[in-house]
Structure formats: structure tokens, C-alpha cells
């Protein structure tokens, strides 16, 4: 299952179709990595809350594009909480010249695969993970997210 929470209505304002396009990179992601049951929570908010949660989680008082937060083991299969900031997302997809809603699924889907373990902080991590991400993408029509421009996500 998926739980979506648009916090900020500038999502909606920028990208009238953010919770179809989130909703389809999540599943689309689940689906690759083969997982068919459990739950994500994906919050659409602001820089402000983003940069709180960085400051709180992570001791980095800054707002970042996305935030994944892997819950623990439990019986409900929780994987965790993806959340994601407009102004930083918005601002990054117009510096790069991609559409808001191309750059939304795929941190979507960068979020998610952080949730099951997936990560960049070594160059083969990264190679790993981009690959997945540039399946994914594919598969919802989204072109490669590192062919023009590489550091598109934290």
C-alpha cells in the first residue's frame, strides 16, 4: 500500500498531475524490486519542513530535494517515509531543463530505493542504484535522469 499526503498545495498549483506521477513511480519501484506487500508513506511538503526534518534526523540544517527515512523491521511490513520539497525539486528540474514531473519520479523512485536499502555512497553503490533508477524510469517513459547532468539527488 501506498499512503500519499500532498502537505503543500503548490505541488498540485506546479504539476496538476504530482499524485498520479508519484503514485505510478512508487509502484513501478515496489514492482522492480519485487515487493508485493507492506506499505510507504510519501509526503509532498515544503523546504521549510524538509530542512526541519534534515536538521532533526540527519544535524544538516538544509533544505534537500528528498528525504527517506527506512522504518525498522515490523509485522506490517512498514518499509518507511519518503518526503519530498517542492521549492528544492522545482528549482532543480529548471536548472537541469526537465520537466517537474520527470524530476518528481524520479526521486520518487531514488526515495524508495533508499528505503530497501539501496544507496550512493561509493562509487559502485551508485552505479547499482542509478541503473535501477534508469529501469524504472524507463518503464514510465521518463528519460535517463544522469545523461545530462549528474548530483541530482543527496
Known sequence: MIDLEIEDPVWLAAEPDAEA???????????????????VTLLLTDDQTVR?????????????NVLSFPAPQNPERHLGDVALAHGVCAREAAEQGKPLAHHLQHLVAHGVLHLVGYDHETDAEAEQMEGLERVILAGLGVPDPYAAEQGDHD
Not at 505510478?24 to 515496489?30: D, E, H, M, V
Not at 526541519?52 to 534537500?64: G, H, P, S, Y
Open 21 to 39: 506521477l508519484v503514485l505510478a513511480a512508487a509502484q513501478a519501484t515496489l514492482a522492480h524490486i519485487d515487493f508485493t506487500e507492506g506499505a
Open 52 to 64: 526541519e526534518l534534515n536538521a532533526r534526523f540527519r544535524q544538516k540544517d538544509v533544505a534537500t
